[in-house]
């Protein structure tokens, strides 16, 4: 049950992407296998963004989609005005985005971002970054767009310390790296300058259900919910710390309170199962 209601939070939340899906045993063991050959990760890595298979994610462009492609890097090739290649970079992020291809979007948002550095467009590129980080399969290339992350939104923090979206998001580039005790200690900073903040709260709450600490993750859904009542995310994992933690009858008033709440499918079915389980 705790691997299915992970999965479903973070996939509602989208906090995390595929973070908690993954169990702890195959993080580990794969960051190991590729300090073991950071050469061949490299390697692994550096195809053509057109034609490279990073992770099962990332997929070819669709014929169409390809010639939109070159035909913009024709275009930039040629282009001369600086506004003019701003939005040719951005034309390329685009086709690249709708093709589902985030990490190439990214490069091409940070190229915007290099030749015009204002915060927002490091915002722009931080964020979709963390896109691509988030769906990452392999080690090697979360930790690569793990850096690439954390890069674009210093520059966004070297400007504005107080900006708590890059700083949460900074902070889940950590899990499942080398110090993921970095990710809560910074949670726990964006919470000392705002102890409301709601994406932080949410993202500790999952990473004590993933721990097994559920009386933490309760307290902090329950905090969530304070603040915003009608946090349906926060509820479902209220709802299954509380099972965790055996005390079944509080659990099934959340979910009792869910059922009269939730109108997409598969939380309805979810819900539904979980109302079963408890009687």
Known sequence: MKRH???????????????????????????????????????STAKSEDNHDEDSHTMQLSAELQKKVDDFK???????????????????????????????????I???????????????????YFQ???????????????????????????????????KTNVAMTYVGSETPMQAIMTLREVLEEDPNYVPAL??????????NQYDKAMERFRSVLRIDPNNINAEFGLGYSL??????????????????KVKEPTLVEEVNKTLESLK
Request: proline share 3%.
């Open 74 to 108: 024709e275009q930039l090739a040629n282009a001369k005005d600086k506004a003019q290649k701003g939005k040719l970079l951005t034309e390329i992020a685009e086709v690249f985005a709708q093709g589902g291809r985030i990490d190439s979007a990214a490069k091409y």
């Open 132 to 166: 691509a980080f988030n769906l990452a399969l392999r080690q090697e290339n979360m930790s690569s767009l793990a850096e690439k992350t954390r890069f674009c939104y210093q520059k966004v923090l070297d400007t504005n310390p107080r900006d708590l979206s890059a």
């Open 243 to 260: 099972i965790e933690l055996d005390r079944k009858e509080d659990a099934r008033k959340v979910f009792q309170d869910l059922k009269n």
């Open 202 to 211: 949410m993202n500790l709450g999952v990473l004590s259900m993933q721990s």
């Open 5 to 43: 209601f992970i999965i479903l939070l973070v996939l509602a939340v989208a906090l995390t992407g595929f973070l908690f899906s993954r169990p702890k045993v195959v993080v580990k063991d794969e960051a190991k296998a590729n300090r073991d050959k950071p050469v061949a990760a490299q390697n």
């Open 110 to 128: 940070e190229q915007i971002a290099i030749a015009e550095p204002t915060p927002t467009n490091w915002k722009k590129a931080g964020d979709t």
